[in-house]
């Protein structure tokens, strides 16, 4: 199984603030990255998918970038309603696998 | 916009079989492939299945031998088994849809049911 190591695994930050997560591959996998946003009780949401493309109706602060085994999350301006928790996900190769999570809170 | 619901017990003795249901509601199931995935309790998300409306399907080689995934069209509505349930397989249990692009990119989910496994 490819294994995804996202960092860090929590973090706090202010309105406003940019704020990047990593997720690391542990082979190659192209683009085919995602990242989702969930958030408690909720359904997960994808937000980025094949890296950086920009699922409809996703603010245009989240980007995402990599290829390979490295990829990053960016958020350029956080909004309070950002505060969640964040996965990465690899669709390279069954079985799918997710990141550990990045948890995102409030400074 | 694409709605999905999870519904099935949410308690099953252990030894038993798991047994849960995704409603699709807002689209239809034809022509997308389904996916089920879970997160135990503090721990992270993990893929269990995948199913196309023709009723092909795709395991996750650690789950492979006890799950059961299939559709109904008619209903549209895809549905989960597992089977010899453990403790370890307490979890929330999403249903998701895979995009129209990749199979592995998951557009939509349910909200999540939580199974427990107890006696």
């Known amino acids: 199984d490819i294994q995804m190591t996202q960092s860090p695994s929590s973090l706090s930050a202010s309105v406003g603030d940019r704020v990047t997560i990593t997720c690391r591959a542990s082979?190659?996998?192209?683009?085919?990255l995602n990242w989702y946003q969930h958030k408690p009780g909720k359904a997960p949401k994808l937000l980025i998918y094949?890296?950086?493309s920009l699922q409809s109706g996703v603010p245009s602060r989240f980007s995402g970038s990599g290829s390979g085994t490295d990829f990053t999350l960016t958020i350029s301006s956080l909004q309070p309603e950002d505060f969640a928790t964040y996965y990465c996900?690899?669709?390279?190769?069954?079985?799918?696998?997710f990141g550990q999570g990045t948890k995102l809170e409030i400074k | 916009q694409v709605q999905l619901q999870e519904s099935g017990p949410g308690l099953v003795k252990p030894s038993e079989t798991l047994s849960l249901t995704c409603t699709i509601s807002?689209?239809?199931?034809?022509?997308?492939?389904w996916s089920w995935i879970r997160q135990p309790p503090g721990k992270g998300l993990e893929w269990i299945a995948y199913?196309?409306?023709?009723?092909?399907?795709n395991y996750n080689p650690s789950l492979k031998s006890r799950v059961t995934i299939s559709v109904d069209t008619s209903k549209n509505h895809f549905s989960l088994k597992l089977s010899s349930v453990t403790a370890a397989d307490t979890a929330v249990y999403y249903c998701?849809?895979?995009?129209?692009?990749?199979?592995?990119?998951?557009?939509?989910w349910g909200q999540g049911t939580l199974v427990t496994v107890s006696s």
């Open positions: 807002g689209g239809s199931i034809s022509s997308f492939y």
């Open positions: 094949a890296a950086s």
């Open positions: 082979q190659s996998i192209s683009t085919y």
């Open positions: 996900q690899q669709s390279y190769s069954n079985p799918y696998t």
């Open positions: 199913v196309y409306y023709s009723g092909s399907t």
């Open positions: 998701a849809k895979g995009s129209g692009s990749n199979v592995g990119d998951f557009d939509y």
